[in-house]
């Protein structure tokens, strides 16, 4: 089955403790895609990826690292957490960026606090 | 980047009635997608939209595209309690590596 995979689904962290959010997908995208969604903001990139070992800043990178070293796996990497960063955050992928009409697949989110 | 500005935010309906949400963006397009999203979930694609077609069908799904007011409605039919989720429009501006991107989408309540 093709699917999105995140983990966790949920965790709660306090300020500074360094985390890694898991994303791995099985259908040979080459795009990978980070979203954070806060209420009344929508959704918002914070990091994407055209493919292996090249990632680029979305919209809100600050406080955010990524790596693509393998194609189905993109985790996105807080080094020290802030309370601003408490959000739920979606992994995506598709075949490209969007631009050819590619759906793109959404991972299950991950419901991040931090204390 | 461009995103598209869906409108209303909120609305709610009775069960059996027709929704329509509108999607508004500014420049020009490759297409455009529809995009649900049950309540904390991930989100899943309804529909894409190419800039040379009109109009397109899915089920109880009609999607419209006028690119010359550069804006896009989705019109749910006979809707049903378990259509109540939050829809998304994608604008994929034209250029190279052109992304797609999502704006704060609109909250639909369908009541039984």
């Known amino acids: 089955e093709a699917q999105v995979t995140q983990n966790p689904r949920y965790l709660i962290t306090v300020t500074g403790k360094k985390l890694t959010v898991t994303c791995s997908q099985n259908m040979n995208h080459e795009y990978m895609s980070w979203y954070r969604q806060d209420p009344g903001l929508g959704l918002r990139q914070i990091y994407y990826?055209?493919?292996?070992?090249?990632?680029d800043k979305g919209d809100v990178p600050e406080g955010y690292k990524v790596s693509r070293k393998e194609k189905r796996n993109f985790p996105l990497i807080l080094e020290s957490p802030s309370p601003n960063q408490t959000s739920l955050y979606f992994c995506?992928?598709?075949?490209?960026?969007?631009?050819?009409?590619?759906?793109?697949?959404f991972g299950p989110g991950t419901r991040l606090t931090v204390l | 980047s461009q995103q598209g500005e869906e409108d209303p935010q909120a609305l709610s309906i009775q069960e059996g009635e027709n929704a329509t949400m509108n999607c508004s963006y500014k420049?020009?397009?490759?297409?455009l997608q529809w995009y649900r999203q049950n309540s904390g979930r991930g989100l899943v694609h309804l529909i894409l939209i190419r800039s040379n077609e009109r109009e397109k069908h899915s089920g109880r799904l009609r999607v419209t595209l006028d690119t010359s007011k550069k804006s896009s409605s989705l019109l749910i039919t006979a809707s049903r309690a378990a259509d109540t989720a939050s829809y998304f429009c994608?604008?994929?501006?034209?250029?190279?590596?052109?992304?797609?991107?999502f704006g704060k989408g609109i909250t639909l309540s369908v009541r039984p």
């Open positions: 995506a992928s598709s075949w490209t960026s969007g631009g050819a009409g590619d759906t793109q697949y």
């Open positions: 990826s055209m493919n292996v070992e090249v990632t």
């Open positions: 420049t020009s397009i490759n297409n």
């Open positions: 994608a604008p994929s501006p034209t250029g190279a590596n052109s992304k797609l991107t």
